[in-house]
């Protein structure tokens, strides 16, 4: 059974840092483009950030400057490192593994880890 389990959620005031990580098993995690995708109460899912098996990154115009997503092949992990959070950074953040081969596209999601944002 394929695995990814978030963690470093919390509560953090405004303004503070926070670093999630997305540990991946039972899958070839170097052949995977990962993403971490949030969700907040009454809204939709929303991409945050994507690092391609190759390590390209992308991110959202609103974390732009402010987060940063990484991996590391060695450890079968994917990192999102926040910085400058607000309360509209609220949310539960996702974590995403997907692979496409010419026959199948491999998609799977982590059960989530929640940030709030609070004084």
């Known amino acids: 059974q394929v695995q990814l389990v978030e963690s470093g959620g919390g509560l953090v005031q405004p303004g503070g840092s926070l670093r999630l990580s997305c540990a991946a098993s039972r899958i070839i995690f170097s052949a995977y483009d990962m993403a971490w995708y949030r969700q907040a109460p009454g809204k939709q899912r929303e991409l945050v950030a994507t690092i391609s098996n190759g390590g390209w990154t992308n991110y959202a115009d609103f974390v732009k400057g402010r987060f940063a997503i990484s991996r590391d092949n060695t450890k079968n992990t994917a990192y999102l490192q926040m910085h400058s959070l607000s309360p509209e950074d609220t949310a539960d953040y996702l974590c995403?593994?997907?692979?496409?081969?010419?026959?199948?596209?491999?998609?799977?999601w982590g059960q989530g880890t929640q940030v709030t944002v609070s004084s």
């Open positions: 995403n593994a997907v692979r496409n081969t010419p026959t199948y596209k491999y998609d799977y």
